[in-house]
């Protein structure tokens, strides 16, 4: 396979179905996203609803331009729910201001998201 082919496969993956059952594969976006939120956020399931955050995230996904990228709801309700209120608020966390910034490619401001909660809370989205 030529190298493009390996870079275009990496660019195009996603990493939600590793915390979904095969159930839920084939299902939309929100019932795989509600699905992954107790595996991905094991300590905290009981403070919320996953189909609310699964639905709210995408709504929110969808604002930032990341309506094409699966892994972005579950990564949103991750980062609404590790850090809190004021998860995106530049004055609290002056790294959202590259997150929030529509001028970068869309998977490139989740992967480094992904990256900000892997660094600051040990969690891989």
Same mark, same amino acid.
């Given at each position: 396979? *030529?190298? @493009? #082919?390996? @870079? $275009? &496969?990496? #660019?195009n993956s996603d990493d939600l179905p590793y915390f979904i059952s095969a159930e839920f594969l084939n299902t939309p976006l929100t019932e795989? !996203?509600?699905?992954?939120?107790?595996l991905v956020l094991w300590d905290k399931e009981a403070e919320f609803d996953?189909?609310?955050?699964? !639905? @709210?995230?995408?709504?929110? #996904?969808?604002?930032?331009?990341?309506? %094409?990228? %699966?892994?972005? *709801?579950?990564?949103?309700?991750?980062w609404r729910s590790l850090y809190g209120i004021r998860f995106n608020n530049p004055e609290v966390y002056p790294w959202? !201001?590259?997150?929030?910034?529509?001028?970068?490619?869309?998977? $490139?401001r989740? &992967?480094?998201?992904k990256y900000r909660i892997a660094l600051d809370h040990g969690r891989i989205v």
């Open positions: 396979m *030529p190298d @493009s #082919a390996w @870079s $275009e &496969a990496e #660019a795989q !996203t509600a699905s992954a939120i107790p996953p189909h609310q955050y699964a !639905t @709210s995230a995408i709504q929110y #996904a969808n604002q930032l331009g990341f309506s %094409n990228i %699966n892994d972005a *709801p579950i990564t949103i309700v991750v959202v !201001t590259d997150i929030m910034d529509s001028k970068r490619p869309a998977r $490139e989740i &992967a480094m998201l």
